[in-house]
């Protein structure tokens, strides 16, 4: 017996329509993620190229703001730019 595993999309499609006409499937995403079914089972989702890279933006911008959040007690360093 099968697991049942959550989608966590709104858009669905099927590994044979992907197939058929991938960029059609893409297009009727607005861009949004499509999660691709194998035998009614999600084996992986399927994004546009920008909202990948908003995604990648968004997760380097959370790993900045974990960077500064834990140096922002830490002792300040005068810099002159001319001594650069």
Request: hydrophobic residues 35%; glycine residues 2%.
């Amino acid at each position: 017996m099968k697991s049942v595993r959550p989608i966590y999309a709104r858009n669905s499609t099927s590994i044979s329509e992907l197939k058929k006409n991938p960029m059609a499937v893409v297009q009727e995403s607005h861009g949004e993620p499509v999660a691709v079914l194998n035998r009614n089972q999600p084996a992986f989702y399927c994004i546009p190229a920008a909202t990948y890279e908003a995604l990648m933006e968004e997760l380097e911008d959370r790993d900045l703001l974990e960077l500064v959040k834990k140096r922002q007690h830490e002792d300040e360093v005068e810099v002159n730019i001319d001594d650069l």
